[in-house]
C-alpha cells in the first residue's frame, strides 16, 4: 500500500518551517507501512495541528476545539475493530479539551492521540498555551503567561495512559516508528510531538531544542511507571525523545457486555417504540 493512497488534494496552509508539515508526513508514512486501511479514523478539534486531518484521505470527524476525544470514545465505541486517530495541538487537547484528555486515558480508550505541541496558540496568533513557559512573552503577555506549564508526558502517565510517549517532529523516522506503534498498541496512546512554532515562539526554536534533546537509552523499561514519570519530570535541560512507558490493560469496550460480539455499526437497528415510551412515562 503506498503512500498516495492516503494523500488529499487539500493544501495545508502552515508557515514554512512548520512542525506540522513534518507531523503529516509522518502519518502519511505510518498508514500504509501498517497496512491498515483507507477507513482509519481521525477526530480531530481546533487549530493549527487539528487541520492536519484534511490533507490524510481517510475518514474524518473534524469536531468543535477541545471535543475531539468524546468523538473518538463514541467511535470506539461503536466500532471496536476501527483504527482510531486523535489529532490535536496543545490548546485543544490540554486547554479546552484538558477535562476530556485525562477521562480518555483513565479509561484507556483504543485510540492514539497525536498532540502537537508548539507551546503557542498559532491560529489565534500566538497566545501562550498551556504548555508553555512560566516567561513565556507575546503582545497579549506582556508580563509573561504567569502560569506553570503542563507536561503532556507527566499527565498522560499519571491520568492513566497504556502508552506515553515523546518525540520531536524533526525526527521523522522516530516519529513514524511511534505512530505505528501506537496504533498497533491496544488501548489509548500519547505521543506528544514537540516542534517549534516558527512564527510565534521565539523561545523553544529548532536550535533550542537541538540542545536538549537525548533519545532514551536502551536499557530503559518501558514497563517501569516509577522510571518513566522520574525522566518525564526531570526538567528541560534534557528532553528525553522516545517511548516512555506501555503496559497492557483492559481497553474502556472490555468492561461493556454490551459491546462485546459483534461491533455496533454492524448490528441491525432495532425500534421499538414501546421502550421509549415506557422510558418517557416515568417523567410525566
Not at 42 to 60: C, E, H, M
Not at 148 to 160: C, D, E, K, M, Y
Not at 234 to 251: A, C, D, F, K
Amino acid at each position: 500500500m503506498n503512500a498516495e493512497r492516503f494523500q488529499s488534494s487539500f493544501a495545508p496552509q502552515w508557515c514554512p518551517g512548520c512542525g506540522n508539515y513534518d507531523l503529516l508526513d509522518c502519518v502519511r508514512q505510518a498508514l500504509p507501512e501498517l497496512h491498515v486501511p483507507r477507513e482509519v479514523i481521525l477526530a480531530t478539534g481546533i487549530g493549527q495541528t487539528a487541520k492536519l486531518g484534511f490533507s490524510v484521505r481517510a475518514n474524518l470527524f473534524n469536531g468543535i476545539h477541545g471535543r475531539a476525544l468524546p468523538l473518538a470514545m463514541g467511535m470506539s465505541m461503536a466500532n471496536r475493530a476501527a483504527k482510531i486517530l486523535v489529532v490535536g495541538g496543545d490548546g485543544d487537547l490540554f486547554a479546552e479539551g484538558g477535562n476530556h484528555f485525562i477521562h480518555a486515558l483513565r479509561r484507556n480508550l483504543d485510540v492514539t492521540i497525536l498532540a502537537g505541541d508548539n507551546r503557542v496558540y498559532g491560529l489565534t496568533k500566538g497566545q501562550g498555551s498551556p504548555t508553555g513557559s512560566f516567561d513565556f512573552r507575546a503582545p497579549i503577555h506582556n508580563d509573561g503567561v504567569a502560569a506553570q506549564p503542563v507536561n503532556p508526558t507527566a499527565l498522560a502517565l499519571v491520568s492513566g495512559a497504556t502508552f506515553v510517549a515523546r518525540t520531536f517532529s524533526g525526527n521523522k523516522e522516530e516519529l513514524t516508528g511511534l505512530i505505528k506503534a501506537g496504533l498497533q498498541h491496544r488501548g489509548v496512546a500519547m505521543i506528544d510531538v514537540l516542534f517549534p512554532c516558527v512564527t510565534f515562539n521565539r523561545i523553544n526554536t529548532v536550535a533550542w531544542y537541538k540542545k536538549r534533546l537525548k533519545p532514551l537509552e536502551a536499557e530503559h523499561d518501558v514497563s517501569d511507571f516509577a522510571a518513566a514519570l522520574r525522566l518525564a519530570t526531570g526538567g528541560e535541560e534534557t528532553i528525553y525523545t522516545g517511548l516512555y512507558y506501555r503496559v497492557e490493560r483492559p481497553t474502556h469496550a472490555d468492561s461493556l457486555a454490551a459491546l462485546a460480539g459483534e461491533p455496533l455499526v454492524k448490528r441491525a437497528a432495532e425500534w421499538r417504540p414501546e421502550r421509549v415510551r415506557g422510558v418517557l412515562a416515568g417523567f410525566r
